[in-house]
Nanobody
Framework: QVQLVESGGGLVQAGGSLRLSCAAS????????MGWFRQAPGKEREFVAG???????????DYADSVKGRCTISRDNAKNTVYLQMNRLKPEDAAVYYC?????????????????????WGQGTQVTVSS
């Protein structure tokens, strides 16, 4: 059974940093696209960052405009874990953050930014940013 478990959320002051982790179990995602989404109350789930297999040990990273320059997505395949480093957090970054993975192992030519493109989801971790 595939599971994605997020951790690292919490309360932080505006301007602070958090690192979210997503530990996968049940299979590996070395050659799969993985991503982070977030959902604030009353809003739709939105793409934050994605990590696509580019072949070999290379990956493309994609970011939403709202977090570009402030967030970094990375993965540790030995730990089957993907990370989201978030810096200079703003109150508008507050949301439940979800990790997601695509079932198919393949190179994804275009950024996978729609929730519909992902097959596996974690339960989410809350990020709260105080002003």
């Amino acid at each position: 059974q595939v599971q994605l478990v997020e951790s690292g959320g919490g309360l932080v002051q505006a301007g602070g940093s958090l690192r979210l982790s997503c530990a996968a179990s049940g299979r590996t995602f070395i050659n799969n696209a993985m991503g982070w989404f977030r959902q604030a109350p009353g809003k739709e789930r939105e793409f934050v960052a994605g990590n696509r297999w580019a072949g070999g040990n290379s990956y493309w990273a994609d970011y939403a405009d709202s977090v570009k320059g402030r967030c970094t997505i990375s993965r540790d395949n030995a730990k089957n874990t993907v990370y989201l480093q978030m810096n200079r957090l703003k109150p508008e970054d507050a949301a439940v953050y979800y990790c997601a993975a695509v079932r198919t192992s393949e190179k994804v030519k275009n950024p996978a930014t729609s929730p519909d493109e992902y097959d596996y989801w974690g339960q989410g971790t809350q990020v709260t940013v105080s002003s």
